[in-house]
């Protein structure tokens, strides 16, 4: 578990949120939501917790007061938190207790709807459907989505921070690009530099070179760079804080291929052009098709295989989602990626940016200049 200044988490994770999440419990027409380890229960009370096979579980019912179900061996640690300082019972349960059937004991028996969180292990869920026979199960993402996608100054100010500190790892991957390094030996330096550089975990590291870059989600392998390869670098980490970062950027090791040239440029014109289009009222389907009309125009179209972007925040993909059929419109505090990518196949390419709707437009949250980086030329 990782901790930051107090003054910084209580702007975080203010108090108050928890109030939020109940009163949208109640909008929803559920009896409880069900938080176990993970975003939304981090979101909610500040709580880190650990993943166990133990139940660690926030209980906010739409009436009544929230509690929070932990491990006895884990309650000094929930002491600790966050949630510590929120004045919610902390209910410790032993070894040889159920801890499913206690959380129903303090729940009305009748419970028609109740929320699981979204990243509830299903054997969790389940133990919870038969300690809760009367209640339908359905996502708790639902209640607390319209909550988690507009960030608050603090957390755009966490997501400042984080891309910033992706932005100085971007600037160092020059110097890790040789030919004969392999992927994996890039990849391998690149994962230090994020730690160092402020984060607490790597979340992910593409190092995708020649060929391998027309793979989207490339895995690190033991080819060798070679002279004349573009290389996709894809990376991103969770900062003390919680939130996360996420930042793609071009390179080439000597004068890369003529063709590889030719869609770039088109790539980095709608990269560009998505990012301008980001304002209040604008709909996620509209910023996609910013950049996908471009790429289609130029003929590439049928190499831009996913969608323009993902939501950001506490996880690295979370809603909004840049893509077709998106029709909410964007609000202040909306933080997303922009990164549209053609992939022809025998490379690939992909620019992306962290991005923020602010209340006139929008504030990329990397500042990584974003054309071709040629190494050793």
Not at 152 to 177: F, N, Q, Y
Not at 306 to 321: A, D, Q
């Amino acid at each position: 578990m990782t901790t930051v200044n107090s003054d910084v988490t209580t702007e975080l994770y203010p108090p108050g949120r928890l109030a939020l999440v109940q009163k949208a419990t109640a909008e929803h027409g559920l009896g409880a939501v069900l938080l176990t380890p993970g975003p939304d229960l981090r979101y909610t009370t500040g709580y880190d917790a650990i993943q166990l096979e133990r139940l660690t579980c926030l209980v906010v019912p739409a009436a009544g007061d929230p509690f929070l179900v932990v491990p006895r061996l884990e309650l000094p640690a929930a002491q600790a938190s966050p949630a510590g300082a929120l004045g919610i019972e902390l209910v410790p349960w032993d070894e040889t207790d159920d801890p499913f059937a206690l959380v129903a004991s303090r729940l009305p028996r009748q419970l028609a709807q109740v929320g699981v969180a979204d990243r509830m292990w299903a054997v969790m869920a389940l133990r919870f459907r038969d300690a809760l026979p009367a209640a339908i199960q359905v996502p708790a993402g639902r209640v607390l989505r319209r909550l988690r996608m507009r960030k608050s100054t603090a957390e755009v100010a966490a997501l400042r921070e984080a891309g910033g500190a992706i932005d100085r790892v971007h600037r160092m991957v020059p110097a890790l690009l040789r030919p004969g390094r392999t992927e994996r030996e890039v990849g391998r330096d690149i994962a230090e530099a994020i730690v160092a550089e402020g984060h607490a975990v790597v979340d992910f590291v593409i190092v995708a070179s020649g060929p391998n870059g027309a793979s989207p989600h490339h895995e690190l392998s033991d080819r060798a760079i070679e002279a004349g390869d573009p290389v996709v670098v894809d990376i991103g980490g969770t900062m003390p804080s919680g939130y996360c970062s996420d930042e793609t950027r071009m390179y080439s090791v000597g004068a890369p291929p003529p063709d590889f040239l030719s869609y770039y440029e088109v790539l980095r014109d709608a990269q560009q052009a998505a990012c301008d289009s980001v304002r209040p009222g604008v709909t996620p389907q509209a910023v996609d098709a910013a950049a996908r009309d471009l790429i289609a125009q130029a003929g590439y179209g049928e190499f831009f295989v996913h969608r323009t972007g993902h939501g950001i925040g506490l996880e690295t993909h979370e809603e909004p989602y840049i893509v077709t059929g998106n029709t909410e419109p964007l609000e202040p505090g909306m933080a997303f990626s922009i990164e549209p990518g053609i992939y022809p196949g025998a490379h690939g390419a992909r620019i992306e940016d962290i991005v923020v709707c602010t209340e006139d437009g929008h504030e990329r949250m990397n500042l990584v200049d974003r054309g071709l980086v040629i190494v050793g030329d």
